[in-house]
């Protein structure tokens, strides 16, 4: 009987896992409650009405069908018997001899009243659907006879939150609402409509360099993104946020991408934890006391480094490929190796012809930042369907600033804040 290895998230991180641990001497399951992986990094994409959903996501089995020794299984991972070595879902239990956890982060809400509810997330493909559906909602709702009072509610859009994500969707958003929709609705008056980021800190793109920061927000304000710097939220209300220093902003429509946290599904478990839920490790990326078990990407803290790696998709390939050899190494006697992030920079796209990127030390803005942004994305996507068609949708988009996939589409169940229907 060969070693079963059991890898629970079909993310970056245990895709790539399962990857290096094709056509090796060992079992490989892969466990997800999707049959699908997610292009996360271009999900903003998706709400902003630039992209289908079916663009970012490949079938899991699709991707592992030439690997003979890896299957894949849908569940969804409830508990985990340390002792056993089993994990069971509501329907399934598979055992493991190894155990590589990738279950990926969810949204943290630093427990501010009313966010969790009425705030719209981009984790998910539902999540992206359904955040489309009602941007466009507001508008046609705005298009009614309305009072201004209502109309100012319905085109005010709050994204909480000037990282990566916020700056990328504010400016998707921006050149939606400043292109194709100002042509769909001539009744509305586009004075009404506004675009708010919400930040705590005193900069967007805070781990960014200052001069990369000062151009990301330069070029926001260009875009009539009103960027509240600073700022604080209270609490989060159906129509309304507040903020710390008391102001209300009246708004139906709250865009959370604040922070993140470890998946908590593995609450319960047994495991030490840092900050935000995520599982301590080793530098071999184990679990002390749990030399079986593996934890990559958004759900693991490295113990030694005093600093938590980034969340983003290229640590999470680093750490599954890592996992993935260092069991290797074990069922062959060799030693185990420390893990080493090799950073490759970050960029950011605020918009067409704009972008910003940190490769080394090495900093660009403007077009080329955005060409270089464009290449690697396309590169990283999975699939050559999944690769043309987002070319062509941004080919079309570039060349006559226009987004077809402005449509509202039925879900059976859309995680979208309770609103009145006017």
Known sequence: MRPRVVIAGGGFGGL????????????????DRNNYHTFLPLLYQVAAAELE???????????????????????????????????????YAITYDYLILATGSTTQFFGIPGAAEYSFQLKTLEQGIALRNHILRCFEYASRKIDDAKRQQLLTFT??????????????????????LKKDYPSIDFDYVKVVVIEAANSVLITFPKTLRDYALDRLYRMKVNVMLETLVEKVMPQTVHLKDKNILPT????????????????GWGFSTARGGLLMVLPTLEIEGHEEIYVVGDLSSIEDTRRQLPMTAPAAVQQGIHAANNILNKLTGRPQSPFIYKDKGAMVTIGRNTAVAQIGKRSFTGFFAWILWLIVQLINLIGFRNRLMVLINWSIDYLLF?????????LRKQPQPPRNQT
């Open 16 to 31: 790539w896992a399962a990857r290096t641990l094709a056509n090796q001497p060992v079992d490989v399951i892969l466990v």
């Open 53 to 91: 959903p079916e663009d970012i996501a490949y079938p899991i089995r699709s991707i592992l069908r030439k690997f003979p020794n890896v299957r894949f299984v849908l569940a969804d991972i409830k508990r985990i018997d340390l002792g056993k070595r089993v994990l069971y879902s509501s329907d």
């Open 159 to 180: 994204i909480v939150g000037g990282g990566p994500t916020g700056v990328e969707f504010a400016g998707a958003l921006a050149e939606l609402i400043h292109g194709p």
């Open 252 to 267: 139906e429509t709250v865009i959370w991408t604040a922070g993140i946290c470890a998946d908590p599904i593995t609450e």
């Open 402 to 410: 226009e987004r077809a996939i402005r449509l509202i589409l039925p």
